[in-house]
T-cell receptor
Framework: EAGVTQFPSHSVIEKGQTVTLRCDPI?????LYWYRRVMGKEIKFLLH????????ESGMPNNRFLAERTGGTYSTLKVQPAELEDSGVYFC?????????????????FGQGTRLTVV | GDSVTQMEGPVTLSEEAFLTINCTYT??????LFWYVQYPGEGLQLLLK?????DKGSNKGFEATYRKETTSFHLEKGSVQVSDSAVYFC?????????????FGQGTILTVHP
């Protein structure tokens, strides 16, 4: 079974440009999460999808970040325009709801992350 | 809100040394606690977990006990190997309406020398 896959693994862009990160969760996992680790600090929650709907986007830093999850399958995270402080590693994770209850979840499986460098 | 505080690194040990990485947390209710590990060039992997007070999670020789009275979940291993070199993250998942969201500590870099 394929794990969580993220594209690209690395991205270097100039300040002001746009970058789109992609995450393919494990097939059948309704929950999809985005996290970010900046400058060796803690990994911080960005947002949570249940299928195609945003359940919680309280961690999104500002309106330069836009996340979508088309048809409840893969997800994209777009940063437009990118700023220097957006540099970091962006992780995606997915999990399955237990018995259809989104408050009860299996273990979260993480992708390898996308390392974003804004110069 | 929920928070996790991890022992600051980096930690450098010789092979077969004893390892402890401290982790304390603040959370409402009854969180589940986790240790994740990131090996060089790889993604985050779940190392072990505990879902209620006094539970002990264990895997690959690592152990951690959920201590509610001290709000701690310290990671230990009796004899580390070079292959244990990685970044270790302590995390919690709140109960109730957290919907599976994880709160992480800042990570501890472990380097084990032969």
């Amino acid at each position: 079974e394929a794990g969580v896959t993220q594209f690209p693994s690395h991205s270097v862009i100039e300040k002001g440009q746009t970058v789109t990160l992609r995450c393919d969760p494990i097939s059948g996992h309704d929950n999809l999460y985005w996290y970010r680790r900046v400058m060796g600090k803690e990994i911080k929650f960005l947002l949570h999808f249940v299928k195609e709907s945003k359940q919680d986007e309280s961690g999104m830093p500002n309106n330069r970040f836009l996340a979508e999850r088309t048809g409840g399958t893969y997800s994209t995270l777009k940063v437009q325009p990118a700023e220097l402080e957006d540099s970091g590693v962006y992780f995606c994770a997915s999990s399955q709801a237990v018995g259809g209850d989104v408050r009860r979840n299996t273990e979260a499986f993480f992708g390898q992350g996308t390392r974003l460098t804004v110069v | 809100g929920d928070s996790v505080t991890q022992m600051e690194g980096p930690v450098t040990l010789s092979e077969e040394a004893f390892l402890t990485i401290n982790c304390t947390y603040t959370a409402t209710g009854y969180p589940s606690l986790f240790w994740y590990v990131q090996y060089p060039g790889e993604g985050l992997q779940l190392l072990l977990k505990a879902t209620k007070a006094d539970d002990k999670g264990s895997n690959k020789g690592f152990e951690a006990t959920y201590r509610k009275e001290t709000t701690s979940f310290h990671l230990e291993k009796g004899s580390v190997q070079v292959s244990d070199s990685a970044v270790y993250f302590c995390a919690l998942r709140g109960g109730g309406t957290s919907y599976g969201k994880l709160t992480f500590g800042q990570g501890t870099i472990l380097t084990v020398h032969p």
